[in-house]
């Protein structure tokens, strides 16, 4: 089961990583629409253009030369199309935009690894500049060299009472030390320094005090070691000895001990000065055998002889305590010691054999305590004993009683050592409980109250492990890369830390040192739950790295060498990486492999990533319907999947929606159009969220006929849509009643457009809609006055641009003077069109009423039998448009000579006349044409003519 559990934590984790859902489904997404480069000496700025103020996460490795934004909720909008910009540039390679649904990141790509960058605000909210310059190398700092090390040992202090004139202190030695001796009057203590001396691995300071002297505290620098003695003795002497073979430095304390004058005064004045002196050798003897019991306890605590360790300090303890009953004296503190040092022996014995119960440690310390709260002595080592309490119950594994029991020591004993150390591990507590904040909290705590951390290494690991879990990356990487520096060989023996370890610096980007971490962990725990999914992570460094085709060969390898679980976790990523590939049929690969898993493999967690992948891969090329269908079967089978609930897998559904209509109106198929807004209209439809798939379906609607409808879900669109989208939709709304012939709304409808848009882009066509619709009504006076106030309105623009409607409108007023037989102004008109095109009248491109007005204006004219003008006219087109492409055009111009024909003849210049009919009749067209054969009568008819005129002349 906890495998299972994991393997379906890591299928979670990757699936969220190739689709982030921080995007909420009701969220516009802004887009990134240009890069501009510009290079100002050794600085490169590069600014990125967004549509709004951005949002991002910022993963850099410059040492790696790679820097990556992650743009929440954002897409790469470039008008090409393309996702990779490539720069000229020596210092910046390029950018590589991923889409990362719904995010996009942007992975900078540089040429040099000595390069820094920072990022300062453009212009306007939506620039986003960053600046590359190379680091600027200061001179080395030399830092003073570190001190040698030690080169003696102490490995044991002894002490001996035994002689009633002086103590002796036998300080042993790996070799013979300097020493330096300090004496304070004032606190009445003397300090003894041991130059080039360490204490030994196995040295540990026993607490002592007699009558003449305190052995206080042991310190260490990095190569000398201080003893700081208190002085008891009313008149304290100190002497010293060094002795070789074995190097020994011995120091004897002389002086009257105060505790004798005490006893003494404290005895019954009954006492006779022998019965007195008697009672102080019983009471010195009691104590050397305290002492001696002691002694020897800690000399088998030292060879690990822990049960007689144990004996003789409950021997010491057991004689300090009988004194106490049995002559009413004070405690031995040694005794008391020896109380607390039972309950060291049984813990280290427990740490040592990696025993689980220690209650009886916490038992024995618990009675140490209350003993030295009793008595008031050594109660310099409750700190030590309630921490100790505090790590028998962390060892059991009881981390609130251990954290009560650190909170306690640093409640009582703020300053002390333990309380300090005990923030560690109360924070090693709480990592254990996945408290992260209150972790990181307390090992910062820990490495400010320590001046020299023991754990800092350790502390650094487990911040970074903190920060990891809350997926603060960069947070997390910079304590690994401190704990690094300190050892890095600690995260090797744990390889949940190092596959942590190896995911925070994957997801910085720092693919370099992710791979040899992640190989690591690899290469020492072949068989660890995480050193599967470790063979997959390296073939996503190639596939992040651009390298998919080693990529794909590691994966294969990988579905080789591990388990069913793993070979299906590679085959989706492989055919993932198929299914990206658009100018290959791999997606079809892809499919077979997606089809595969759910068809044969339909228990395994695998399958809910096969299924979505199969729709999304559907919608990337272009299968709208099939990947419909396979999302619709994604959202009944899977409802609480996050993908659903976050309406991730409805937007796709809308997005194919929306491609499978809008093919068919690229292709013109309004009938098509129409019967996908049929199939989906009940489901999807009725509130779809493009309005611009909408607009598609009503224009289809509306070129078919079926205008009701169109005109339905015009209004409907009318309350969602806004600006430049409005304005169109309420001029096919006019152009839906016009061809509905509802005239009187059309006209309606027209007349508002130009009301509450009268700087519309559409305002020219709305004018010429409003004159037809007057036209169609018969009304054509009112039509003739929209036209005269459009062609006003325009020549008089200083937009050129604009002001190139005038001629189609002179043409199309031209044409209704026509309908209504006023042909002078048509004529007029007509010419106008032509004086007010403001271009080349025989390019390839200029416009048919353009054409049309040349021969029309013409026709009017011979109509009005201004015959001179209009041979002109006939003469000016047919000049102009002799070599015109279009056949059509060419079957006006021989209509045109045939015309300039007929006014020749009526004008008397028969002649003239006979030699345009006569190349009339000798033109081929590729049908019989009706002007030829007119051209041929009237050529016979005046032959004749002229043969009879001549033959009277004769």
Not at 110 to 131: A, C, E, T, Y
Not at 364 to 391: C, M, S, W
Not at 462 to 471: G, L, S
Not at 651 to 669: F, H, P, S, T, W
Request: charge should be negative; include cysteine.
């Amino acid at each position: 089961m906890k495998a299972r559990f994991q393997t379906i934590c890591w299928l979670i984790t990757s699936i969220l990583m190739l689709f982030p859902m921080s995007m909420n489904a009701q969220e516009e997404p802004m887009s990134i629409s240009g890069v501009e480069l510009l290079r100002k000496g050794e600085q490169v700025s590069i600014t990125l253009q967004t549509s709004g103020k951005p949002i991002y996460e910022l993963n850099e490795n410059l040492k790696a030369r790679t820097l990556v934004v992650k743009f929440r909720n954002t897409k790469a909008a470039f008008a090409d199309g393309r996702r990779d910009r490539l720069f000229n540039d020596p210092q910046v390679e390029g950018i590589r935009f991923l889409d990362m649904e719904p995010d996009t990141w942007a992975q900078f790509k540089l040429r040099k690894d000595d390069l820094i960058f920072d990022m300062v605000p453009g212009s306007n909210p939506g620039q986003l500049v960053f600046r590359f310059r190379p680091l600027i190398q200061l001179p080395p700092v030399t830092l003073p060299p570190d001190p040698e090390p030690a080169t003696i040992a102490l490995e044991a202090l002894d002490y001996d009472d035994s002689n009633p004139d002086f103590t002796s202190l036998t300080f042993s030695f790996t070799g013979p030390p300097r020493l330096f001796v300090l004496e304070n009057p004032q606190d009445r203590t003397v300090r003894l320094r041991f130059a080039d001396t360490a204490p030994a691995d196995s040295f540990t300071l026993t607490p002592y005090e007699d009558g003449r002297v305190r052995v206080d505290e042991l310190t260490t620098d990095p190569n000398q070691v201080f003893v700081t003695l208190g002085q008891i003795a009313s008149d304290f002497r100190l002497e010293k000895d060094e002795l070789s073979d074995p190097a020994r430095w011995v120091i004897r304390i002389y002086g009257q001990p105060i505790f004798q004058d005490i006893a003494i005064e404290e005895e019954d004045s009954s006492l006779t000065p022998d019965e007195a002196a008697k009672l102080d050798r019983e009471k010195r003897v009691r104590n050397a055998e305290i002492r001696a019991a002691y002694q020897q306890g800690e000399n088998h605590f030292r060879k690990s002889e822990y049960d007689l360790a144990i004996e003789q300090f409950q021997k010491a303890y057991a004689s300090g305590k009988n004194g106490v009953g049995e002559f009413e004296d004070e405690w031995n503190p040694l005794a008391i010691q020896s109380l607390f040092r039972i309950a060291d022996t049984k813990y280290t014995q427990l740490e040592r054999r990696r025993g689980r119960n220690y209650h009886q440690a916490i038992d024995d310390y618990t009675t140490a305590i209350r003993v030295a709260n009793t008595t008031e002595i050594a109660k310099d080592l409750i700190p030590h004993a309630q921490f100790r309490i505090g790590r028998s119950y962390q060892q059991m594994r009881f981390s609130q009683e251990a954290n009560t029991s650190y909170e306690l020591l640093r409640r009582d004993f703020p300053s002390s050592y333990e309380a300090q150390e005990s923030s560690f591990w109360q924070a090693l507590n709480q990592i254990a409980r996945r408290e992260w904040g209150q972790a990181i909290l307390q090992f910062e705590e820990y490495l400010k109250a320590m001046p020299n951390p023991k754990f800092i290494h350790i502390a650094y690991y487990k911040i970074a492990q903190a920060y990891y879990q809350q997926q603060k990356f960069p947070e997390a990487r910079d304590f690994f890369d401190r704990a690094r520096a300190l050892d890095s060989r600690y995260v090797q023996e744990d390889p949940m830390l190092l596959f942590h370890m190896g995911e925070t610096y994957y997801e910085n980007a720092d693919y370099d040192v992710a791979r040899e971490i992640f190989q690591l962990l690899l290469d020492r725990y072949p068989d660890a739950d995480f050193s599967k999914f470790v063979a997959l992570r390296l073939g996503d460094f190639l596939r992040d790295e651009g390298k998919e085709d080693e990529a794909i060969a590691a994966y294969s390898n990988a579905i080789r060498s591990y388990s069913l679980e793993i070979a299906l976790m590679g085959k989706l990523r492989i055919a993932n990486i198929q299914a990206e590939r658009p100018y290959s049929d791999e997606y079809r690969q892809a499919l077979r492999t997606y089809d595969e898993i759910i068809t044969l493999y339909p228990d395994s967690p695998q399958v809910e990533e096969a299924k979505l992948r199969k729709g999304l891969t559907l919608t990337l090329y272009g299968a709208y319907r099939e990947a419909i269908a396979a999302l619709e079967g994604f959202m009944e089978e899977y409802p609480q999947s996050v993908y659903v609930r976050r309406n991730i897998i409805q937007e796709n559904i809308d997005e194919n929606l929306k491609g499978l209509v809008d093919r068919a109106y690229q292709r013109q198929d309004d009938l098509g159009v129409v019967t996908i807004y049929r199939d989906y209209q009940a489901k999807y439809l009725l509130n779809f969220r493009f309005d611009t798939t909408l607009f598609q379906v009503a224009h289809a609607h509306q070129k078919l006929g079926f205008h009701n409808e169109a005109m339905d879900l015009y209004r409907f669109l009318e309350s969602r849509v806004e600006g430049p989208m409005l304005e169109l939709l309420q001029l096919q709304a006019a152009e839906t009643l016009i061809q509905a012939d509802d005239f009187q709304q059309a006209r309606d409808q027209l007349a508002r457009f130009l009301q509450r848009y009268p700087d519309s882009v559409y305002d020219a066509d709305v004018r010429k809609k409003l004159a037809d619709v007057y036209k169609q009504a018969k009304e054509f006076e009112s039509a003739a006055l929209v036209y005269e106030q459009a062609i006003e309105k325009y020549e008089q623009d200083t937009d050129l641009l604009r002001a190139e409607v005038v001629p189609e409108l002179y043409y199309e007023l031209g044409l209704m003077y026509e309908e209504m037989g006023r042909y002078t102004e048509a004529a007029e008109s007509f010419q106008k069109s032509i004086a007010t095109y403001n271009h080349p009248l025989i390019e390839p491109d200029v416009p048919n009423y353009v054409v049309q007005s040349h021969f029309r204006a013409a026709e009017m004219l011979y109509k009005v039998r201004n015959d001179e003008r209009a041979l002109a006219q006939y003469e000016q087109a047919i000049a102009t448009y002799t070599n015109w492409p279009d056949e059509r055009v060419e079957e006006q111009i021989n209509w045109a000579r045939y015309q300039t024909g007929v006014l020749h003849k009526d004008m008397g210049q028969l002649q003239q006349a006979l030699e345009i009919f006569g190349d009339l009749m000798e033109k081929t067209p590729a049908s019989p044409a009706l002007w030829q054969q007119l051209s041929s009568e009237q050529h016979q008819a005046l032959s004749r003519q002229l043969a009879y005129e001549n033959y009277l002349n004769d």
